[in-house]
């Protein structure tokens, strides 16, 4: 399935549930209750030419219907989730809503009203009870209602009494029905608009654009009174960055919103820290005396406030959305809404922000991160290990540790359940599995079976909570300083590895990674050349280790040219002093060229998938009596390493034109890629090709070294024969 089924699933999950149970208890009413009546009326519409009927009752139709919301109110009242509506009113409005209620009965059971302005009327009164939240199921208790009240109000003795009372059912069944059918129309609705706010969202260029397009978007929505972004800066200060509508913070003056940010019951920042929405079903009953004015003077009853998250879970902004109805944000259907709209909107900002290629993070359900959530905290953490090796050596070099999460049989991807984090669970999740890492290495070290030498993944949010990394490095001074050598074998080795494009202040960062190498860890920057600030980190921080991006690595098979950026990169952490490691080897094109430059430690799927620790003693067994190729072996090989030399042809031309000697050039370097070339399996007119091709190269490097010598332009010649031999070399591909 791929990720566009994925998410289209998920939506589904998230936004149909009512709507199934709507459509359901529509056909129920229609079926079971509507059929009878049906019959009973011999076809008698119930909207035509009924006057006779109804006007003859039309006072106990006043008291029917007083009856009938009486009794509705107190069945409400005996059932939790419309209980907790109806206790969001106050007295005066719950006395309002009867009235409303009984008026509305007597509407619909006037002898004069038509049936297309009782659908209408049904319609309007449907969509205001989903709006409320009032469940579908609770509503379709009201038809027992009206069955039980009309046997106890209406005279028996009355002629034609059976026939009254079915045009009275039918009514109040059509009734139900066309309420139901609302809901349904409010699921489809809600749909449509997060497909569309969707649009907005992916089409947005800038920052400023996806957040007013959002906004106007979602005032729009029915039961949408005003909607608002906050930021939260520097010692948590708010600022309203754009509101539209009814709004709470919008227009409030710079020294409140700093002085909101000092309270610390104050509900921003509560939603905030805990990076999950913070929902007021009655704002005149939770929030300050200050804000109930001001939300009463405007007509604002319940609000919602959503951190929008990046894809690690961190919170970028806050939206705080607002409503005229009480508890309207409290509905299961109503949260899952938001929390779909609030993954998109967070993934596109994250993307505008980095300016790099839009993310692609499945649509997670509520229902979802609730369940990874307790799967981390319950012990469903488990440890997979990939090897890292060295090809020039054939020695295993480490494995890195990755996380999965165990659902019974299911094994959950972090693909899945990472975006289903924020900062808490994130540094549990290192802290758990650091942990388990240490105690799988104990039993390798003990049966000699596999390195002492592991790498992890620091989450970048470690860094905005040094308490945590003052733990972490407490951990390491007790358990790779004080007792560095398990079972007297050697030390264990542990890299942390910091993601290359996460969001890190480098001055404060490198006080806290001198702080961990100090307690015995290594440090790797993961995904060199991913960001934008690849360079300035490698010379701001203490690195031990570089990984170059995946990205760069399975682009060579196709586009063998982008061996020269990993050359650099080896190059640089050669210079450095520090190791490089190749992830994403996923062929034997890919590992001959790297293999060929050398300085590399590989990891991907052509040496070994991620496994449990109990299979890593019998890969490495297996992999120790593998017989590894000579290198190069292949013509990407042969490529990447006669790319390798021309670099140093190209720096010997410019400071050490003497190590260019006919000598070297004919005799050395010449000599032995030609004699690579004769090995490679190839057919014999591709081999002379090349071979002719790379004869011209040496010429070309006699010439320059020639021109060298008199001043002259040294690259020109050495520019066609790179060219040429280039050439010859795509040929063969």
């Not at 953490?381 to 999965?404: C, D, F, S």
Request: negative net charge; charged residues 20%; hydrophobic residues 40%.
């Amino acid at each position: 399935m791929d990720q566009h089924e994925r998410e289209d699933d998920g939506q589904e999950s998230v936004l149909t549930s009512d709507n199934k149970a709507a459509e359901e208890l529509s056909i129920s009413a229609e079926v079971d209750v509507v059929g009878s009546t049906r019959r009973r009326l011999n076809r008698i519409d119930p909207y035509d030419r009924v006057d006779v009927w109804l006007n003859a009752v039309q006072d106990q139709l006043c008291s029917y219907s007083e009856a009938v919301v009486a009794n509705f109110y107190d069945t409400l009242m005996r059932t939790e989730a419309s209980a907790h509506i109806l206790s969001l009113l106050s007295e005066a409005e719950m006395a309002h809503l009867k009235t409303s209620q009984v008026r509305y009965l007597t509407q619909v059971l006037s002898p004069g009203i038509s049936r297309e302005k009782h659908m209408s009327m049904a319609r309007e009164v449907g969509l205001r009870h989903t709006w409320i939240g009032l469940p579908a199921d609770i509503l379709a208790q009201s038809f027992q209602v009206y069955r039980a009240v009309l046997e106890d109000t209406i005279n028996t003795e009355l002629p034609n009494s059976v026939t009254l009372q079915s045009i009275i059912m039918e009514r109040l069944s059509n009734d139900l029905s066309w309420q139901l059918m609302a809901y349904t129309e409010a699921e489809n609705e809600r749909a449509n608009t997060l497909e569309n706010i969707r649009q907005i969202i992916s089409t947005a260029i800038n920052r400023e654009d996806i957040i007013r397009e959002t906004l106007q978007r979602i005032v729009k929505i029915p039961g949408i009174a005003g909607v608002e972004i906050i930021s939260i800066g520097e010692k948590y200060g708010l600022r309203c960055e754009l509101g539209f509508g009814n709004t709470l913070h919008e227009s409030q003056p710079q020294e409140i919103m700093e002085w909101c940010a000092n309270d610390p019951d104050n509900l921003l920042l509560q939603a905030w820290r805990d990076e999950k929405p913070v929902h007021i079903d009655s704002i005149q009953k939770e929030l300050s005396p200050e804000e109930r004015t001001k939300a009463q003077a405007i007509g604002l009853r319940s609000m919602a406030i959503h951190p929008i998250l990046n894809a690690t879970g961190a919170p970028q902004i806050l939206m705080a959305l607002y409503s005229p109805w009480p508890g309207y944000f409290h509905p299961p259907w109503q949260q899952s809404f938001w929390v779909s709209l609030e993954q998109y909107f967070g993934d596109r900002l994250e993307t505008l922000e980095k300016s790099s290629v839009i993310r692609t993070a499945p649509s997670i359900s509520l229902q979802d991160r609730h369940r990874y959530r307790e799967l981390l905290q319950n012990d469903g953490l488990e440890m997979w290990y990939q090897p890292v090796v060295n090809p020039g050596t054939h020695r295993i070099v480490k494995a890195e540790a990755l996380a999965r999460l165990r659902d019974g049989d299911h094994l959950i991807s972090p693909y899945f359940f990472l975006p289903a984090f924020g900062s808490a669970q994130l540094l549990s999740l290192f802290e758990k599995g650091l942990q388990q890492i240490h105690k799988d290495a104990q039993h390798w070290v003990a049966e000699k079976s596999f390195p002492p030498s592991l790498s992890i993944n620091l989450p970048p949010e470690a860094f905005h909570h040094p308490a945590f990394l003052q733990k972490i490095a407490r951990w390491g001074t007790n358990h790779l300083l004080q007792h560095n050598h398990l079972d007297g074998t050697g030390p264990l080795k542990i890299t942390l590895e910091i993601l290359e494009t996460g969001t890190l202040d480098e001055a404060s960062a490198q006080e806290q990674i001198l702080l961990l190498r100090k307690a015995g860890f290594r440090i790797a920057l993961d995904d060199v050349g991913s960001g934008e600030s690849s360079l300035n980190r490698l010379r701001a921080l203490s690195i031990d280790e570089i990984k170059i991006d995946q990205s760069f690595i399975c682009a060579l098979e196709k586009n063998p040219d982008t061996i020269d950026f990993v050359i650099i990169l080896a190059n640089l952490a050669n210079d450095l002093n520090m190791a490089c490691v190749a992830e994403g080897v996923e062929n034997d094109a890919i590992a001959d060229m790297l293999a060929s430059i050398g300085g590399l430690s590989l990891q991907g799927y052509l040496y070994a998938k991620p496994m449990q620790a109990t299979e890593l003693a019998g890969w490495a067994s297996e992999y120790q009596q593998r017989k590894e190729p000579a290198h190069p072996h292949t013509i990407h090989g042969w490529f990447a390493k006669w790319m390798q030399i021309t670099r140093i042809v190209r720096s010997s031309l410019l400071h050490m034109p003497n190590l260019l000697n006919d000598f070297t050039i004919n005799d050395g370097i010449h000599k032995e890629l030609q004699e690579n070339l004769q090995n490679l399996p190839l057919n014999d007119a591709h081999r002379q090709q090349i071979s002719a091709a790379f004869d011209e190269y040496g010429q070309s490097i006699i010439a320059s070294l020639a021109m060298q010598r008199y001043g002259e332009d040294i690259f020109g010649l050495l520019n066609i024969g790179e060219k040429n031999l280039k050439t010859a070399v795509y040929n063969t591909l």
